[in-house]
């Protein structure tokens, strides 16, 4: 019997995870605390830096305490985490000096808004490959400098630094006190030039960064440092920002891969190979994980903003269900003609739209709509809008697409993949075992440690599902026009 494990640290937005692998790619053990969540004004989310650090240390170490296996039978630990949430923290004391900055806080978007009049988005959008948003880290990390009493002077005095969580975590887990990050999450800052590879110069300037708070800038698949768990000194091998782990969980290294996450949000990435295209349509250009002696890999992403959490919305809001799951029996249920479009807008619409005014509608009502039909056109308003975001991907890079790999908690409801695969016309492939993100990291940390080669991905995330499609050429043109036909009525002004 082999007895090599590898670790993955999964600090999400909701929750902290310890997930133990063994060299087949099963989970052993998965050791979870959920994340307290401050909202302190309306559109703010912070998180406690501390109980961050607290929650990973113990679900770390109920990994062993929970089972036999011992520490010195880990090769390596590898990190994925929500990207973008920034932590300052003085270097002398070692002690945060706010909370973290939440990726889904938006108290920095009327100063995005002057970047823009000043005319910055061109420069953003050709060197970091994203739009000028309070979704990314450096306008967070401008607040903090301009709010926290001291904060800007100690900054130049060079005794504060910056990092996303991983940084964060990595200063505190390593002997060492290492602070160091990777390019896949150096990527969601907006500070970081994907170009030329080297935090910019300009922008650092622009947000009045002093270039001593920020991380060295590592390969993905590299030396982090260690970790010290009951005597035994772990290394981390492996750090990747969730959505590029995701992708990497997928095989997605080399380009023309793809996989959509469907969570909360849905998060759909492609490799696009080497070359850096800026964004246009609607997408953003990001850095995938990277690999140790292989240039850089690109991937454009685009971001939908409410996944899942419109079927959440169907249960505690509407009130029509009581469980998720209940709603692939029911969408069975309906022949197949009767069409409602339910077009989520609740939080304005994503990728490729961006339209931060529209807001959600239902289309198509007719007597004889019950609450069978909402439920079915929430569902596949899903797979409409991931077809959107493909379409614009396809646009830009005139790649076809051979097939889409999924994951996420959505992708368990076999009537939403099925109906997938008939909008776009592709393949859906599923794996057996959906925690894809984790694998990811997981793959990073075991390549570099030799537990792994870059081939035996596809033997550690085997498709389980492939979902082929089934529907007729007619009728998936009137059902996607359909669709395009009530968004464009959800964007008028009213
Ligand atoms: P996150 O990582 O964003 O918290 P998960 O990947 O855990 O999200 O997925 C949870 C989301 O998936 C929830 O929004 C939930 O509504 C949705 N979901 C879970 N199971 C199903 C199902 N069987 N059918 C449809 N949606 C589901």
């Given amino acids: 019997m082999n007895e090599d494990f590898i670790i993955a640290l999964d600090q999400g937005t909701t929750s902290t995870r310890s997930i133990l692998f063994d060299v087949e790619g099963n989970i052993v053990k998965i050791s979870q605390k959920k994340l307290t969540q401050y909202y302190p004004k309306s559109g703010w989310v912070e998180h406690d830096p501390l109980e961050i650090i607290q929650h990973q240390r ?14 010195n039978q880990v090769k390596a630990i590898g990190i994925t985490n929500q990207r973008e949430t920034t932590v300052v ?14 990726w889904l806080d938006n108290r920095s978007k009327s100063y995005c808004e002057e970047l823009k009049n000043k005319g910055l988005e061109n420069y953003v959008q050709e060197n970091t490959g994203l739009v000028i948003d309070a979704y990314f ?7 903090i400098l301009n709010n926290v009493l001291g904060a800007k002077e100690k900054a130049a005095a060079g005794d504060l630094l910056f990092g996303t969580i ?20 150096a990527s969601r800052t907006m500070l970081y030039n994907c170009k030329e590879l080297q935090w910019d110069a300009h922008l650092l300037n622009q947000f009045g960064v002093p270039k001593s708070m920020l991380p060295v800038v590592q390969t ?14 772990i290394p981390i091998y492996g750090v990747g920002g969730d959505q590029q782990a995701a992708l990497f969980g997928h095989g997605g290294f080399k380009p023309g891969i793809a996989k959509n996450t469907y969570g909360t949000g849905c998060f759909m990435l492609l490799n696009t190979g080497e070359k850096f295209v800026s964004l246009k349509n609607g997408l953003l250009t990001t850095i995938a994980c990277s690999l140790p002696d292989e240039p850089i890999n690109y991937a454009l992403e685009g971001s939908i903003f409410i996944g899942g959490a419109s079927i959440q919305w169907l249960r505690n809001k509407l009130q029509i269900i009581n469980e998720a799951t209940e709603t692939e029996a029911i969408c069975n249920s309906i022949p197949p003609l009767e069409d409602v479009y339910v077009v989520p807008a609740f939080a304005g619409l994503g990728a490729p739209y961006w339209d931060a005014k529209a807001k959600g509608a239902i289309y198509g009502l007719t007597l004889d709509t019950g609450k069978a039909e909402i439920i079915k056109g929430t569902l596949d308003a899903l797979a409409y809008q991931t077809k959107d975001v493909l379409l614009a991907m396809q646009k830009e890079e005139g790649i076809e697409l051979k097939k889409l790999q999924v994951d996420g908690g959505a992708s368990a409801n076999n009537y939403l993949m099925q109906f997938q695969a008939d909008i776009l016309n592709v393949p859906v492939e599923k794996p057996k075992m959906i925690e894809v993100t984790a694998l990811g990291a997981a793959f990073l940390a075991g390549l570099k440690a030799g537990v792994w080669k870059k081939e035996d991905i596809n033997k550690l995330n085997k498709t389980e599902t492939t979902y082929l499609p089934n529907m007729d050429e007619e009728l998936r043109v009137k059902k996607y026009s359909g669709w395009l036909d009530a968004v464009e009525r959800t964007r008028v002004d009213y």
């Fill in 58 to 71: 113990e679900t770390l170490e109920n990994l062993f305490t929970e089972t036999d296996i011992h520490p």
């Fill in 89 to 102: 923290w003085d270097k002398n004391t070692g002690k945060p000096i706010y909370n973290a900055i939440v």
């Fill in 137 to 143: 880290s450096a306008t967070k990390l401008h607040w």
């Fill in 166 to 185: 991983d940084s964060w975590l990595i200063y505190n887990l390593t002997e060492d006190k290492k602070h160091v990050t990777d390019h896949s999450n």
């Fill in 220 to 233: 993905s698949s590299s030396n982090f440092g260690n970790v010290v768990v009951k005597g035994v000194s």
